[in-house]
C-alpha cells in the first residue's frame, strides 16, 4: 500500500495528466455523438421534408389532372343533357305544331328557324331541314296560324325560304265567305300587311273576312289561312285590298313543311300562254 502511495506522489503529474486526457477524450467523444446525432436528426428532417414537398406537388399534379378529367366528364354530361332537352323541346313543340294544326298534317315534316334576314324587300328565312330530310323546291311552308312561304333553294341540311313578306312572292287566294279571288303579295312597308290585286269590284268582299290559299295556287295546298282583310279601297276595275296577315314573322321560330304540290299538266298549260316566271 505504502508502494503505491509512493508511486502516486512520484508521478502523480503524470496520473493527473491522464486522467484529464481521459475524461477530454471522454468529453469529445460525447460531443461528437451528439454532433453526430443532431446531423442525422437535421438530415432526417430535411429528407422527411422534401418528401413532404414532393408527395405535395405529386397531390397537387394529381389533382389538375383529376380536375381536367372531371371537367371534361362535366362538358360531355353538359352537352347530352342539352341535346335531349333539344330533343324533348323539339318533339313538344312538333306535338303543339300538328296538334293546333287545322290541316291534315300527315307527312309534314317540322323545321327551326334557324336565320333570317328581313328588310323592308327582301326577307329570307333560313330552316335547319334540307336535302336530306326529304326537303324539295317549292314545298310549302306554314305554321297553324297561316301560310309563311314556299321553299326557295335546298342544300343537303338546310332550305331557304321565300316568306309572303319578300316582293317576291305570290300566292293565290280566295276568301273564305264571299268566295272572291285574288292574288296575294307584298309591296314591302309594314311586315304584317300585305296586298291582294285582282278582286274585280263586283264581288261581295267584305272586311274581316278571312284568305286562304285556293285551289289555283300551283304550289301552297288549298285552305292553309293567310290573313283577313283589313281595307277595301273600290278603283276602276278592281278592289284595292289590304290583308293583315295571320302568321306574326317576327316572333316566328317553329314551321311545318307540307309535302310537294305536283301540277305539272297546270303549269305546263300556264306556261304555254306566259312567261317562265315562278307561278303563285
Known amino acids: 500500500m505504502q508502494k503505491f502511495f509512493t508511486f502516486f506522489i512520484r508521478y502523480n ?3 493527473l495528466l491522464a486522467l484529464y486526457c481521459g475524461i477530454a477524450s471522454l468529453f ?3 460531443q461528437n455523438d451528439n454532433i453526430v446525432t443532431q446531423l442525422r436528426t437535421i438530415g432526417t428532417e430535411f429528407s422527411a421534408g422534401v418528401n413532404e414537398k414532393l408527395l405535395s406537388y405529386r397531390y397537387i399534379l394529381n389533382l389538375k389532372e383529376e380536375n381536367d378529367r372531371l371537367i371534361r366528364i362535366n362538358t ?4 347530352r343533357v342539352l341535346s335531349l332537352e333539344t330533343a324533348v323541346v323539339d318533339e313538344q313543340n312538333r306535338k303543339k305544331l ?4 287545322a290541316l291534315n298534317t300527315s307527312g309534314f315534316s317540322m323545321a327551326r328557324v334557324v336565320s333570317r334576314k328581313f328588310s323592308d324587300r327582301e326577307n329570307i328565312l333560313l330552316i335547319n ?6 326537303i324539295k323546291k317549292d314545298m310549302t311552308v306554314l305554321t297553324p296560324e297561316g301560310l309563311v312561304g314556299r321553299v326557295s333553294t335546298v342544300s343537303e341540311h338546310f332550305a331557304k325560304v321565300t316568306p309572303v313578306i319578300n316582293t317576291d312572292f305570290k300566292v293565290s287566294v280566295i276568301s ?17 300587311i300585305a296586298q291582294v290585286d285582282n278582286i274585280p269590284i263586283s264581288s261581295s268582299l267584305k272586311l274581316n273576312e278571312q284568305m286562304i290559299t285556293s285551289e289555283f295556287s300551283t304550289f301552297a295546298i288549298r ?4 290573313g283577313r282583310v283589313v281595307s277595301i279601297k273600290p278603283d276602276k276595275l278592281f278592289y284595292t285590298v289590304e290583308v293583315r296577315l295571320a302568321v306574326d314573322f317576327s316572333s316566328l321560330t317553329e314551321v311545318l313543311i307540307a309535302p310537294l304540290k305536283i301540277e305539272p299538266e297546270k303549269i305546263e298549260l300556264i306556261g304555254n300562254n306566259s312567261s317562265s316566271e315562278t307561278f303563285p
Open 98 to 101: 300538328l296538334a293546333n294544326s
Open 129 to 134: 331541314k334540307g336535302r336530306r330530310d326529304g
Open 176 to 192: 273564305d265567305k264571299s268566295n272572291s279571288m285574288g292574288v296575294l303579295s307584298w309591296n314591302g312597308g309594314k311586315e304584317f
Open 13 to 15: 503529474s503524470y496520473l
Open 28 to 30: 469529445m467523444k460525447l
Open 223 to 226: 285552305g292553309i289561312p293567310v
Open 76 to 79: 360531355d354530361l353538359l352537352a
